[in-house]
């Protein structure tokens, strides 16, 4: 066995083979935009092409309209990314709109970490 990892870009042919091996392990694909190997075979991936979007709006100054178009703008500004990742929170009211908009829910439990540059 090789101790070397080799990483490179995520090619559409890709998907099935890390698909499998990820789910052989209990974990999902989500967005990969790298693929890691070892010994020829798929042993992870990353995705690093994925931006996210933190926003607060108001509770009491923003309307429905105001936040949809705010949200509208956003999608415009990173209409270029093929996925966009809006982290919510449980008692926001954008919890029961964001899937109205075509929004899924990631539903596995993770925890965000953030590293300041």
Not at 7 to 12: A, E, G, K, L, V
Not at 61 to 82: I, Q, W
Request: charged residues 20%; glycine residues 6%; hydrophobic residues 40%.
């Amino acid at each position: 066995m090789s101790n070397t990892i080799k990483i490179r870009p995520f090619q559409p042919e890709d998907m099935d083979k890390l698909v499998k091996a990820a789910t052989e392990d209990g974990h999902a694909v989500y967005f990969p935009s790298f693929v890691w190997e070892k010994d020829g075979e798929i042993v992870g991936y990353s995705s690093v092409a994925v931006p996210v979007v933190l926003t607060w709006q108001h509770s009491k100054k923003m309307n429905a309209g105001d936040s949809l178009k705010a949200l509208g703008f956003m999608e415009g500004v990173l209409s270029a990314f093929p996925f966009v990742c809006l982290p919510c929170d449980p008692e926001s009211p954008f919890m029961r709109f964001l899937p109205k908009q075509g929004y899924q829910m990631y539903t596995k439990l993770v925890n965000l970490f953030i590293k300041p540059r």
